[in-house]
Structure formats: structure tokens, C-alpha cells
């Protein structure tokens, strides 16, 4: 089977759902904490504008199939139809 088989569609609809949100409306969406991010599946593509920050420890993750990896005070955007996975976080 293709990765594509298992790409998950994420958003709006369903972002609420996805674990505890430390604040949402109709545009806008805060989790604090990825690891409240929660889905089933390897791959993500997004249906909106997603900013990443790391605040504490490091983030891998590949967007696109391009490997990055974020570190304290360094952010990522993803825009829509982007595919976003292999989420890794450390300390």
C-alpha cells in the first residue's frame, strides 16, 4: 500500500477533537502542549494555516518529506495540503 493511503485530513472539522485545547473559536485553535495533539495514523495533511513553536527540549518532524528539527525559541509553518509526519518530541 502508499503512504497516501493513510493520510489523515485535518481541520477545523475536527481539530476540536483531537485532544485537550487549551483555547479554540471559530478561527483559531491553541494547544499548549503537542503531546495533547493526538491522531491515529503516520501522516497529516492540513486544511489550514498551523503555526508550530518550541518552547522547551526539540521537535522532529518532516513536512513534505523534508526532515526538520526545531529547538527552543524556532518555529515552523505549515500551510494547507502540506503533509506533515513522523512527529518527534525530546526534552
Known amino acids: 500500500m502508499n503512504y497516501k493511503d493513510y493520510i489523515w485530513q485535518v481541520g477545523f472539522d475536527r481539530i476540536?477533537?483531537?485532544?485537550k485545547m487549551n483555547y479554540i473559536n471559530d478561527g483559531i485553535?491553541?494547544?499548549?502542549?503537542?503531546r495533547e495533539f493526538s491522531f491515529d495514523t503516520e501522516f497529516l495533511r492540513t486544511d489550514m494555516l498551523v503555526i508550530?513553536?518550541?518552547s522547551v527540549g526539540e521537535l522532529r518532524v518532516e513536512l513534505n518529506t523534508v526532515a526538520?528539527?526545531?529547538?527552543?525559541?524556532?518555529?515552523?509553518?505549515f500551510r494547507p495540503n502540506d503533509i506533515v509526519a513522523n512527529w518527534k518530541?525530546?526534552?
Not at 476540536?16 to 485532544?19: A, E, H, L, V
Not at 526545531?70 to 509553518?77: G, H, P, S
Open 52 to 54: 508550530i513553536a518550541v
Open 29 to 34: 485553535a491553541f494547544y499548549t502542549d503537542i
Open 68 to 77: 526538520y528539527t526545531l529547538r527552543q525559541k524556532e518555529a515552523l509553518t
Open 89 to 91: 518530541l525530546s526534552h
Open 16 to 19: 476540536r477533537y483531537m485532544g
